[in-house]
């Protein structure tokens, strides 16, 4: 059994910048700072094809576990990727993030899809937490990046 989560986020901040902040690796690590912690992230852009095997932990607090990302696919002229992980007691997490540029910036629309057996619930409910509390931080992280962090 599987179930789809699908969140949008406004930001007030030009697409290719939000899409650049998005597909990178350290501001990942940054954005889930206090919600995850990662073991062998590597830094830089993720890009098709990419297949990340790291070590994940839940609040840092949590034993670490093996984590598998694979990056299916991504789009950097229409703004789009879409990972298959697996790992932590997650059968399924198909994840799809798309930038849409707007009138008064950007928006990021994501759909993940997650299969954990009877724990899917639960796993759908901790997705939903983590893909919320990114937002503050990256909303920080790029004003800082565009800014200076002079209205942070």
């Not at 690590?29 to 062998?40: I, K």
């Not at 093996?66 to 990727?81: I, K």
């Not at 954990?116 to 983590?130: E, Q, R």
Request: no cysteine.
């Amino acid at each position: 059994m599987t179930r789809i989560l699908r969140l949008a986020h406004e930001y007030p901040f030009p697409a290719d910048r939000v899409w650049q902040v998005a597909t990178d690796l350290d501001h990942l690590r940054s954005v889930t700072e206090g919600m995850l912690a990662f073991r062998d992230l590597p830094s830089g852009r993720i890009h098709a094809g990419q297949v990340l095997e790291v070590e994940v932990s839940l609040f840092g607090r949590l034993p670490y576990q093996p984590y598998r990302m694979t990056v299916e696919a991504l789009d950097d002229a229409a703004m789009w990727f879409q990972s298959d992980e697996t790992g932590a007691g997650v059968t399924v997490w198909r994840h799809r993030l798309q930038v849409v540029p707007t009138e008064t910036g950007s928006r990021i629309e994501e759909q993940i899809e997650i299969g954990a057996g009877l724990a899917t619930p639960l796993f759908l409910l901790w997705a939903l937490v983590m893909y919320e509390a990114r937002h503050k931080p990256r909303l920080r992280l790029l004003d800082t990046l565009t800014n200076g962090g002079a209205d942070a």
